[in-house]
């Protein structure tokens, strides 16, 4: 049987680096490389992307754009990791459990959108609550998220190892940033479309002295509700929604057994996984909750939901690679 042909477009960047060191221990594929002297050279690039079976993109909004403009061929499916696409007509979103029927879509879709990072936890969240009716489509969200500065690129790696290397294991002058202070954020209006919400979300991100790992915090004043409900209905709607999810896991209700001492959420627990763990705290006195959740910005957040959507996309078994 003739292996399905998979070409890597930025196959040297962060994700793309990630998703072929994952591709290139198995033996059910062939990547199909271009050399580094032809990267920029259209013909040859549009000659390859045209004669896989999967082409994904690493690459630059632009770039990516440019890229899909080059594929003529209806049997290429394509597999964007850039944001260019995660909210655009005739693109499929690539969180397999976002809701019943979206893992048969990507299986039959030729263009899929890998979901970005800090959406993905945020859906994990929320998604489940507003589509069983739990909150309402116009409930105004705040998301309070940290990311490892992996998730900046290239760029904001090599910045931070320059510093750990002038610092020689000092303390990292920077240890915690909050940027994305002129509001807008490019993930936002993917997570509104995909969580189903009528207003933007309020997106506070932020980047930590550790190289990947993410925390994503949703707090819900409940107390706002006309009819609120508990943190344990919360919690069983939750689960009830994922059950039998193999890359998503919902902590039991108020668990504490996952934490560091008891009290810390680490954001780096379920690094170089395809997990992403949802968690559920509520006080029922004062009608409020947090929902978190806790992946790796690399991994589900990035490279491991790639593989998981080639996987679902070649019809193969979803955990090959992962």
């Known amino acids: 049987m003739t292996k399905p042909k998979i070409f890597i477009d930025g196959e040297s960047g962060t994700t793309g680096l990630q998703i072929y060191s994952r591709l290139n221990q198995r033996d059910d594929i062939e990547i199909v490389s271009i050399a580094a002297s032809q990267r920029k050279d259209a013909t040859e690039r549009a000659k390859i992307l045209n004669s896989v079976d999967v082409a994904i993109l690493c690459l630059p909004d632009d770039a990516a754009r440019e890229a899909v403009s080059l594929v003529n061929s209806t049997q290429v499916k394509i597999l964007d990791a850039s944001t260019a696409y995660r909210t655009a007509q005739g693109w499929v979103y690539g969180f397999p459990e976002l809701h019943p029927g979206q893992r048969e879509q990507i299986a039959k879709a030729q ?46 790696i090599q910045k931070y190892d320059r510093l750990h290397e002038q610092q020689k294991g000092v303390t990292s002058p920077y240890p915690y940033g909050v940027y994305g202070l002129q509001f807008g954020h490019k993930h936002v209006k993917e997570m509104q479309q995909h969580a189903g919400l ?15 790992g993410m925390v994503v915090q949703v707090p819900l004043p409940l107390w706002t509700l006309d009819n ?68 790796d910005n690399l991994g589900k957040g990035a490279s491991g939901a790639a593989v998981q959507n080639l996987n679902i996309m070649l019809g193969v078994p979803e955990e090959l690679g992962l």
């Open 111 to 156: 263009f899929v959108s890998n979901p970005g990072c800090y959406p993905t936890g945020f859906l994990a969240c929320i998604r489940p609550l507003i589509a069983q009716g739990l909150l309402p489509s116009n409930f105004p969200v705040t998301i309070n998220a940290v990311s490892g500065y992996s998730g900046g690129g290239k760029n904001l």
């Open 198 to 212: 009528t207003s933007p979300p309020l997106f506070v991100p932020a980047v930590g002295d550790f190289e990947q």
């Open 228 to 295: 609120p409900p508990s943190g344990a209905e919360i919690h069983q709607a939750i689960a009830h929604y994922y059950q039998g999810e193999k890359f998503v896991q919902v902590a039991p209700y108020q668990d504490t057994s996952l934490l560091r001492d008891g009290t810390f959420l680490d954001a780096i627990a379920v690094n170089n996984t395809n997990i992403v763990q949802v968690f559920v705290f509520a006080n029922d006195n004062t009608q409020e909750a947090l929902l978190v959740a806790r992946l």
